[in-house]
């Protein structure tokens, strides 16, 4: 449940706000003056709060300020009539999560909302280190006893107190993010903002706007001044996920914002100081794209001052075990399930599998799994149809292409009609293993010569042979089609 406290004198807006966020997911507090709003905060605790910046008994931005002197990382969406812009956005340059313009839009508003409440919840939600965690902890965890995982909380603590840029990697699924709030949560700037971007879900032109603003009319459809995230989070921590994807003229942007501490809104030529630690991830091999010229050299040397690497699951051993009856545990609770046993078969299947999809597909897995199950035992047959049965193999080479879209479209029809929650990582596993399998038979079983045609590093190639489980023998081929 999410907490909002609405500080504004006109009840439209407040009757507007108590119809779009009802209980349960939303309780809702509201005021009518500056007064009763910090009274109600004492009261009532926010995870977020929307306030109007002309009131009855002050001026809003004095509010704010002694909003933000009270919890510095609560989100606060101004709301201003439209004569009156200019003090809502002297408001976002002082740290404000956002504003609204009257009269209110509903979908508009509904969704600044949703992003300062997702906001607050990575702020607020702690995150908890180590291989035992309660399992009455409502925090997010990390969890492992293997090597690589230990090595993952000696890096959290060793850097989390300074102030300097740090470079998260691993493949997709692996707890990036939760690394970056661990360090966030440790360190000297927790009681400012924690905001973060993903670098991939947005196209070059949107991207370069979110991060470093832009002036009215900057661009088409640019119709009012917009502050950038690193403005917004001055004094706190910006985490920018898949920063991979970055397009050059991003990279030179947000290399020069690391190196000088100043940025130029889309725009505009005035320089702004800003004092942001940055976290970064990527699930991507920096290296190999610096070869090919799809990012800086001396961006990566700013970004990776400091690095954490992930290990994918397949590679923590028994940690799978550990993660199993956690996630069970906590999403048996919030489903309402019983669960009492995970027998040895069920254990088995799960170690067998290989996991492209890591702990994000686990947690898909294991809930799936408990949605389908009667009684109190997680048998095998509740596991989803991907860890329970053969992938089809999928023809890749011979004289009619039908074949081959053919197999494809069977492949993820199948995957649809098991109810399928990771398909994408399904699809790129079975290419990837076809791809490598085809590619070694070729060579006989050459790595060198095969990470030459691939375009890859041999390391990169023994990588994927160890994740993908294929064999080298005298015959080459893929666990998940070999004949018993």
Known sequence: ?????????????????RRAFRPPEFEIATAVTARDGLSEWDKFRPDVVILDVHLPDGDGLQTYEKIRQLDGRVPVILITGHGTSELAIEGIKRGAFD???????????????????????????????????????????????CPAMQEVYKGIGKI????????????????????????????RRVNKPFLAINCAALPESLLESELFGHERGAFTGADRLRIGKFEQCNGGTLFLDEVGEMTPLTQVKLLRVLQERTLERLGSNELVRVNVRVIAATNIELEKAISQGRFRLDLFYRLNGFSISLPPLRE???????????????????LGK??????????DLLKKYSWPGNIRELQSVLKQALLFMSGSVLLPEYLPAQLTQPLPVIPISGDNPTDLMEGWRQFIQQQIDNHSTDLYAQC???????????????????????????????????????????SIERTIWSNSSHPD
């Open 316 to 334: 923590r051993g028994d940690d799978l075990v550990s993660l199993t009856h956690y996630f069970l545990q906590r999403q048996a609770k919030e």
């Open 99 to 145: 504003f609204l313009l009257k009269p209110l839009e509903y979908d508009q508003f509904r969704d600044i909302v949703l992003r300062a409440c997702a906001s607050s919840k990575l702020m607020n939600t702690p995150t908890m280190l180590g291989p035992d965690i309660p399992e009455e902890s409502s925090a997010d965890a990390l969890i492992g006893r």
């Open 1 to 17: 449940m999410f907490r909002l406290l609405i500080i504004d004198d006109e009840s439209a807006i407040l009757h507007a706000f």
């Open 160 to 187: 989390a107190p300074q102030d300097e840029t740090v470079l998260i990697l691993g493949e997709s699924g692996t707890g990036k993010e939760l690394v970056a709030r661990a360090i966030y949560q440790h360190s």
């Open 428 to 470: 790129l596993a079975k290419m990837e293993t076809q791809l490598l399998t085809s590619v070694l038979q070729h060579t006989a079983g050459n790595q060198v010569k095969a990470a030459e045609i691939l375009g890859i590093t041999r390391g990169s190639l023994r990588h994927k042979i160890r994740s993908l489980n294929i």
């Open 338 to 347: 019983s669960l009492l046993s995970v027998p040895f078969e069920t254990i």
